[in-house]
């Protein structure tokens, strides 16, 4: 079944060309086992503009008193303009298999501006409006139940499939921090499946809970370190004093790290504390047994969430 389009979606009043329409059906509405991979792909390229397979297809469909499908791809790579302020960013809205509108941001947050794919309601009006779509309960609803859909996937990649979770969080995992600090319904669901770079590790990153469990007897504080560059990073002096101990720091890179670690403040009660901030007494912590304080400067460099 081939959605509807209407002449202002779409041409000079040709028919549309057999590709156009092959690619465009309506794989949301059909059953899961009648869909082949290859035509979630053709339709992921589609929408996407992507020449390259999507590196998850997600599908939903929501029941009861308010029925949506909805069929969402994670890409594979990045887009150049990811961090425009023009960035084109929404989902497809159909309403009944009758095309809406290409961009509906309602849809998701943000931070989830990357995401590409369709969503098929049945309850809304085919008169909808951008500023109706804004206040709508329905949509507001959906976008929430999308957005918690989109994190657990991840999270599931992320246990189930190493190398594919290595690959999105390399290519989205700069903006998704963003919702650290604007989402805080979401905020323990986005900590869950964000991983850094710390000094455990030359090359693999750490999630949060990784780090907590390899915390020193005594300590009680997530460290972190900001800066342009890991190698920029661990030329600091800061770390000499944890370095000796051997207690761990996070590196972080990116400039919305140092809005983020401040918006969210502590993970599982522990407060996360930069090296490069105020006094921090080492005393008590790590291997050494010389009772020890530093002082380090503030941080100067300035940053933005986006």
């Not at 690959?167 to 323990?188: H, I």
Request: aromatic share 8%; proline share 4%.
């Amino acid at each position: 079944m081939t959605p509807e389009r209407s002449a202002a979606a779409g041409d000079d009043g040709d028919q549309p060309e057999p590709e156009t329409l092959n690619s465009m059906k309506a794989l949301w509405a059909r059953p899961r086992d009648e869909v082949s991979e290859d035509e979630y792909h053709e339709l992921y390229k589609h929408i996407g503009h992507d020449w390259r397979d999507p590196l998850e297809t997600i599908r939903l469909q929501a029941e009861g008193t308010f029925e949506y499908q909805a069929l969402l791809f994670l890409p594979a790579h990045a887009p150049y303009d990811l961090f425009a302020r023009d960035f084109r960013r929404g989902l497809q809205l159909y309403v009944k298999r009758v095309f809406i509108m290409d961009d509906c941001e309602a849809l998701l947050p943000p931070y989830l501006r990357f995401v590409k794919g369709v969503v098929d309601a049945a309850d809304l009006s085919l008169n909808v409006s951008r500023e109706i779509l804004q206040q709508d309960r329905h949509i507001e609803m959906m976008r929430r139940r999308l957005t918690k859909k989109v994190l657990s996937t991840v999270k599931d990649m992320m246990a189930k499939d190493q190398e594919r979770y290595a690959t999105f969080w390399r290519e989205f995992g700069t903006v998704l921090k963003e919702g650290l600090v604007t989402d805080a319904e979401n905020r323990d669901a986005l900590l869950a499946v964000a991983s850094f770079a710390s000094t455990h590790h030359d090359t693999e990153p750490t999630t949060l809970k990784q780090y907590v469990e390899r915390m020193k007897d005594g300590q009680d504080e997530i460290y972190y370190l900001t800066g342009e560059s890991r190698q920029s990073i661990e030329n600091s002096p800061h770390l000499e004093a944890f370095r000796g101990r051997g207690i761990e720091v996070l590196l972080l890179t990116d400039p919305v790290d140092e809005v983020w670690t401040d918006a969210v403040g502590e993970y599982e009660g522990r407060k996360l504390r930069s090296v490069a901030k105020g006094d921090i007494d080492l005393g008590a912590e790590g291997d050494d047994a010389d009772g020890a304080r530093r002082t380090g400067p503030r941080s100067t460099r300035s940053c933005s969430a986006g």
